[in-house]
């Protein structure tokens, strides 16, 4: 068991990103599963939403709260694929079976706790005086679209720019204390708020290789937005803006999806090292195939 984390170099962030393409090039089929399951319900949510918006509503937040075991069973197949096996298909299930699940989803108390924080900050920052007038200029805006540059300029932009770049701030602190607590809770033994611990640790430990990954993400996540702005609208011709843009929403959670947890299994890796043992994953697998 390894909770002493390593220090790396800076251009470790750019192999992490490295690492989680030639991961998915290697073996596609099990995490594209994994992605689409969760694609799948997000396109679900979003049509009931049209019909039933509560009920459309509650079934995106119950996919948000299970997001935790989605990036866990891409971190269990990359995993397995670094041992020189190829991933199952059973991914999913195999999280199950860890008996990890309540600790898996305890990590998504920073970003709770970030939300909430900021709910309070808009709140305070903003005022209740300029909220409500935000919304009738919302609404003015959406009945008289023409009239959208002079209404824009009654928003208290000032105030919503300090409230947005706080916020930031605190996402990007509750992302530290998470990063790496999946892979740590799963191969690692530890509990979560142990897991969360060691990943801020590590985090901060190796600030540079975290920022430069993070700026080498974003600038993939932009191509491959583009990319998909070109498919989606050669989609609308065809088949409309509406199916346009459910189309190009499932296709990019069924690639940014695995490249998360891929990429997390690989920073994970070079910053707290491979436990040469892991009896939750073991156990985990044997239920599902005999070994010699």
């Given at each position: 068991?390894?909770?002493?984390?390593?220090?790396?170099?800076?251009?470790?962030?750019?192999?992490?990103?490295?690492?989680?393409?030639?991961?998915?090039?290697?073996?596609?089929?099990p995490y594209l599963l994994v992605a689409g399951?969760?694609?799948?319900?997000?396109?679900?949510?979003?049509?009931?939403?049209?019909?039933?918006?509560?009920?459309?509503?509650?079934?995106?937040?119950?996919?948000?709260?299970?997001?935790?075991?989605?990036?866990?069973?891409?971190?269990?197949?990359?995993?397995?694929?670094?041992?020189?096996?190829?991933?199952?298909?059973?991914?999913?299930?195999?999280?199950?079976?860890?008996?990890?699940?309540?600790?898996?989803?305890?990590?998504?108390?920073?970003?709770?706790?970030?939300?909430?924080?900021?709910?309070?900050?808009?709140?305070?920052?903003?005022?209740?005086?300029?909220?409500?007038?935000?919304?009738?200029?919302?609404?003015?805006?959406?009945?008289?679209?023409?009239?959208?540059?002079?209404?824009?300029?009654?928003?208290?932009?000032?105030?919503?720019?300090?409230?947005?770049?706080?916020?930031?701030?605190?996402?990007?602190?509750?992302?530290?204390?998470?990063?790496?607590?999946?892979?740590?809770?799963?191969?690692?033994?530890?509990?979560?708020?142990?897991?969360?611990?060691?990943?801020?640790?590590?985090?901060?430990?190796?600030?540079?290789?975290?920022?430069?990954?993070?700026?080498?993400?974003?600038?993939?996540?932009?191509?491959?937005?583009?990319?998909?702005?070109?498919?989606?609208?050669?989609?609308?011709?065809?088949?409309?803006?509406?199916?346009?843009?459910?189309?190009?929403?499932?296709?990019?959670?069924?690639?940014?999806?695995?490249?998360?947890?891929?990429?997390?299994?690989?920073?994970?890796?070079?910053?707290?090292?491979?436990?040469?043992?892991?009896?939750?994953?073991?156990?985990?697998?044997?239920?599902?195939?005999?070994?010699?």
């Amino acid at each position: 068991m390894n909770n002493q984390s390593n220090k790396v170099p800076a251009s470790s962030g750019a192999q992490w990103i490295l690492d989680g393409f030639a991961a998915f090039r290697a073996a596609p089929g099990p995490y594209l599963l994994v992605a689409g399951t969760y694609a799948a319900g997000v396109l679900v949510a979003t049509l009931l939403m049209k019909g039933s918006p509560v009920f459309g509503m509650l079934v995106l937040l119950v996919l948000t709260l299970m997001q935790p075991i989605f990036v866990a069973a891409l971190v269990l197949g990359a995993h397995e694929a670094d041992a020189g096996q190829r991933p199952g298909m059973d991914l999913l299930p195999r999280v199950h079976a860890t008996g990890k699940m309540s600790q898996l989803l305890l990590t998504l108390l920073p970003q709770i706790t970030a939300g909430l924080i900021s709910g309070f900050l808009l709140y305070f920052m903003v005022g209740s005086q300029n909220l409500s007038h935000t919304i009738e200029v919302l609404e003015a805006i959406q009945n008289n679209p023409q009239a959208q540059t002079e209404l824009m300029k009654e928003l208290p932009l000032a105030e919503f720019g300090r409230w947005a770049l706080l916020s930031l701030v605190l996402g990007l602190i509750a992302a530290m204390f998470t990063f790496l607590a999946i892979p740590q809770i799963l191969f690692n033994g530890r509990r979560s708020m142990d897991a969360m611990r060691d990943s801020f640790r590590g985090v901060t430990g190796n600030l540079t290789a975290v920022i430069l990954g993070f700026i080498f993400f974003v600038i993939t996540v932009l191509a491959i937005l583009v990319a998909f702005m070109i498919v989606s609208g050669l989609i609308s011709v065809v088949a409309g803006r509406g199916a346009a843009d459910l189309i190009g929403s499932f296709l990019q959670i069924l690639v940014l999806l695995p490249l998360q947890g891929l990429i997390t299994y690989a920073a994970w890796k070079s910053i707290f090292g491979n436990a040469s043992n892991t009896p939750a994953i073991d156990s985990a697998r044997s239920s599902n195939q005999f070994e010699a």
